[in-house]
Structure formats: C-alpha cells, structure tokens
C-alpha cells in the first residue's frame, strides 16, 4: 500500500492551491481524478491549482461548474473539470456528455464523485478533502491503478508528503 496512498494536510488556500498545482504538473493524459468532500472543503479550490500545473492560461478563472456541470480548458491537456452536485440520476451522466469525456485523451476533475456508480471508473486517483478548522484540511489520495501509483509516487519524490 505504500504507493497507494498518501494524506497532506493543507493549512491555507493558497496550500491547497499549491498541492494542486503539484498534482497537474504530474499527471498523465487520460487521468480521472474522483474528488470528495463537503460543500466549501476545497474541491475548486484543488482543482485551480491543478489546472496552473496543467499549464492553463492564466486568463481562464477556474471556477466550479455547479450551474454548467462541466467546464473545459485549455492546457498541456484538456481540463475536464466536472461537477456532480446537482445530477440527480444516471441517465444525466449521458446527457451532460459525461461517458464521452471519460473516454477522452484529457485529464477529467470530477467533484462530487461519490455520485457515480461504483464500477463507472477502471482507473482513477480518489481525492478526499476533509475539513479540520477554518484553514486547514486533510487531503487523502488513493490510487485506483498503476497511473495513480505512479502520480502518488511522483509527488512523494519531489515534495515531504505524509504517509
């Protein structure tokens, strides 16, 4: 399990930005990322960093696409950055084109993942954002395959990350 999980704690925005953007600068294409947390743990907050690491322009606010559903940008690979808050069945997921961009060669931010079907994703990287006071959260990563195993290992590499 060693490179299967790690947990940081984060004790500001600009922190969980920051873990964020370290992420993108490591992820493949096609790497589906199933975040968790409750409503203002940093979930878009994650994912404006990981879309600076994944070389989106800077004039592109990345913001939570709860009204949109989706919203895609432009980088060193697309961004799908998803939201699953206001989907209420699964016959939705193919309405709002969901199946197609998990078949994509972009890397897909899924907020609210825990309203997927449990077999939906072979291969995905779980990030849960666990609130532990104003400022601080406690930020889970599980690999669910090889290319999360070797992202969680990449970013054990390059920065002091807890076990």
Known sequence: MINKQVQIITNSLDETRALGEKTGKHLDPETVLALTGDLGSGKTTFVQGLAKGLDVPDDYYITSPTYTLINEYPGRYHLFHVDLYRIEN?????????????????????????????????????????ILNNKSRKISMTAHGVRGENLIKKLRNRSRLET
């Open 90 to 130: 699964y016959a939705d997921f193919d309405d709002i084109g969901l199946y197609e961009i998990l078949r994509s060669d972009g890397v897909v931010a899924i907020e609210w993942a825990d309203k997927l079907p449990k077999n939906l994703l072979p291969e995905y990287l779980a990030i849960h954002i666990e």
